[in-house]
Nanobody
Framework: QVQLVESGGGLVQAGDSLRLSCAAS????????MDWYRQAPGKQRELVAT???????NYAISVKGRFTISRDNAKNTVYLRMDSLRPEDTAVYYC???????????????WGQGTQVTVSS
């Protein structure tokens, strides 16, 4: 059984920084891409950032230049460093990982439970 556990959310003021972490555990053969999504109240979940197993990254236009995604493959962990936070960044942030539990199984998507980020003006 694969689990993703997130941490690092909280309440901050505009302009502050936060770092989110998401650790994968359980039966893991390999992890391909890892992503961060967010969902604000009344809005659809949106992709914030992606990092491949090789370290290539991609960002939503709204966060480019302010957020940095990284990963530690030895720890099966993905991070999201968020700088210059704005009130519109307020949302529940979810990590997603594309994982093969064993050599013989296909890759599946796994989700964390979500962590709340609130940015006050």
């Amino acid at each position: 059984q694969v689990q993703l556990v997130e941490s690092g959310g909280g309440l901050v003021q505009a302009g502050d920084s936060l770092r989110l972490s998401c650790a994968a555990s359980g039966s893991i053969f390999s992890i391909n891409a890892m992503d961060w999504y967010r969902q604000a109240p009344g809005k659809q979940r949106e992709l914030v950032a992606t990092i491949t197993s090789g370290g290539s990254t991609n960002y939503a236009i709204s966060v480019k230049g302010r957020f940095t995604i990284s990963r530690d493959n030895a720890k099966n962990t993905v991070y999201l460093r968020m700088d210059s936070l704005r009130p519109e960044d307020t949302a529940v942030y979810y990590c997603n990982a594309h994982i093969k539990a064993t050599r013989w199984e296909p890759e599946y998507d796994y989700w964390g439970q979500g962590t709340q980020v609130t940015v006050s003006s």
